[in-house]
Nanobody, 118 residues
Framework: QVQLVESGGGLVQPGGSLRLSCAAS????????MGWFRQAPGKQRELVAT???????DYADSVKGRFTISRDNAKNTVYLQMNSLKPEDTAVYYC????????????WGQGTQVTVSS
């Protein structure tokens, strides 16, 4: 069982930047892949970015070139650096950890609100 806590959300103007953090309760990156998802009101939750145990990353087309997912193994923390933010990026952002060998074993964070508005 892994607990995840997101932080770093808030209100930012279009074109601004935010860095989200997802802190895990223990060291997991060798056996779990990490992902950032987001869900806007009235919309389905969508995948934003992933990073696997080997450090390989993938991004949704909508955020490529603007967002960067990374991790700090010593701090058991994964980050999502968000630049050039747009109003359509407004959503609750969730961190997910999923076991690489047992995909049914996964955990979600509580979510952090990101609002991009003037």
């Amino acid at each position: 069982q892994v607990q995840l806590v997101e932080s770093g959300g808030g209100l930012v103007q279009p074109g601004g930047s935010l860095r989200l953090s997802c802190a895990a309760s223990r060291s997991i990156f060798s056996t779990y892949y990490m992902g950032w998802f987001r869900q806007a009101p009235g919309k389905q939750r969508e995948l934003v970015a992933t990073i696997n145990s080997g450090g390989s990353t993938d991004y949704a087309d909508s955020v490529k070139g603007r967002f960067t997912i990374s991790r700090d193994n010593a701090k058991n923390t994964v980050y999502l650096q968000m630049n050039s933010l747009k109003p359509e990026d407004t959503a609750v952002y969730y961190c997910k950890a999923q076991h690489t060998a047992f995909p049914r074993v996964f955990s979600w964070g509580q979510g952090t609100q990101v609002t991009v508005s003037s």
